[in-house]
T-cell receptor, first 117, second 114 residues
């Protein structure tokens, strides 16, 4: 079965703190894709990053960075120097062939991040 | 920048009524999806659509649900006889390819069944 676990339901930080959102996945696929999406209070889903299972290089985009470790089946997301505008729900998602095709995204439960001034 | 659009943004309907949620995917995308998110919960896959047919559907997508691409631009989700538990945010998404392709989501339609 394919599954995504985001154990942190809510995180609260003060602006400028660094914060890491955890994501652990389960799959028997050898080829799969991992994603992070942001859902701000307005409700839309904003794509942040996609990673395939063969690319374990860490990625940095501005204040955002992602750490993919196949050995621990984790794809964690770190926000450096958090800002109030980072307040949102963040979803990790998985896509793989054993899910019936590459099509569907299997989402975790999400982590609500609140950044306070 | 091209984006997925959805109408209406909010739909209120009475139990037992039929609703049609509309989406316009990004024009050169080939794969289309519907997801739903019950308030405060995770996003759940409903159905994927490619080449004018359903390629995959979840257990949620029962006989009360149907999808259609009536023309070259619209992609619709119909719920034949709505139930209270159908109340949720419904997201449409499109993707240029299926091989782990990035899915671009619309802003969602909030469906409230009373």
């Amino acid at each position: 079965a394919q599954k995504v676990t985001q154990a942190q339901t809510e995180i609260s930080v003060v602006e400028k703190e660094d914060v890491t959102l955890d994501c652990v996945y389960e799959t028997r696929d050898t080829t799969y894709y991992l994603f992070w999406y942001k859902q701000p209070p307005s409700g839309e889903l904003v794509f942040l990053i996609r990673r395939n299972s063969f690319d374990e290089q860490n990625e940095i985009s501005g204040r955002y960075s992602w750490n993919f470790q196949k050995s621990t089946s984790s794809f964690n997301f770190t926000i450096t120097a958090s800002q109030v505008v980072d307040s949102a729900v963040y979803f990790c998602a998985l896509s793989g062939r054993l899910g019936g095709g590459y099509n569907k995204l299997i989402f975790g439960a999400g982590t609500r991040l609140a950044v306070h001034p | 920048e091209p984006e997925v659009t959805q109408t209406p943004s909010h739909q209120v309907t009475q139990m037992g009524q039929e609703v049609i949620l509309r989406c316009v995917p990004i024009s050169n995308h080939l794969y289309f999806y519907w997801y739903r998110q019950i308030l405060g919960q995770k996003v759940e896959f409903l159905v994927s659509f490619y080449n004018n047919e359903i390629s995959e559907k979840s257990e949620i997508f029962d006989d009360q649900f149907s999808v259609e691409r009536p023309d070259g631009s619209n992609f619709t989700l119909k719920i034949r006889s709505t139930k209270l538990e159908d109340s949720a945010m419904y997201f449409c998404a499109s993707s240029p390819d299926s091989l782990g392709g990035e899915q671009y989501f619309g802003p969602g339609t909030r469906l409230t069944v009373t």
